[in-house]
């Protein structure tokens, strides 16, 4: 399991396949300077309802895996994943195989 933090204040535990694909975007959006939504739900234990931050180059973001290997991306999904976070509703969490069923 992953973890996504943002501003050292807001942590976000994810599986690590996932968070390698949204790292992915996270850091393409980033590095051309442009700020986006990122939305994801709480996860069991935490309550109900989701977060939303605000992604942007002043964030203080860490990304935490607990695979040591690179893990290949799949192009569709971070494609996917990119036009969420280009979209005014912003970035959040797709699974792979939704990403599978809605180009299918």
Do not use: C
């Not at 942590?11 to 396949?17: A, G, L, N, S």
């Not at 192009?75 to 969420?84: I, K, N, Y």
């Amino acid at each position: 399991m992953g973890l996504l933090s943002y501003n050292a204040t807001t942590r976000f535990d994810i599986d690590d396949r996932t968070l390698a694909h949204l790292e992915a975007v996270i850091y393409a959006k980033l590095r051309r300077g442009e700020s986006f939504l990122f939305t994801w739900s709480r996860a069991p234990g935490e309550g109900v309802g989701r977060t939303t931050v605000w992604m942007n180059r002043a964030a203080r973001l860490a990304f935490r895996r607990r695979v040591d290997s690179r893990i290949p991306l799949n192009p569709e999904w971070v494609a996917r994943l990119m036009s969420l976070a280009n979209s005014p509703a912003g970035l959040h969490e797709l699974a792979e195989s939704q990403d599978a069923e809605a180009s299918g």
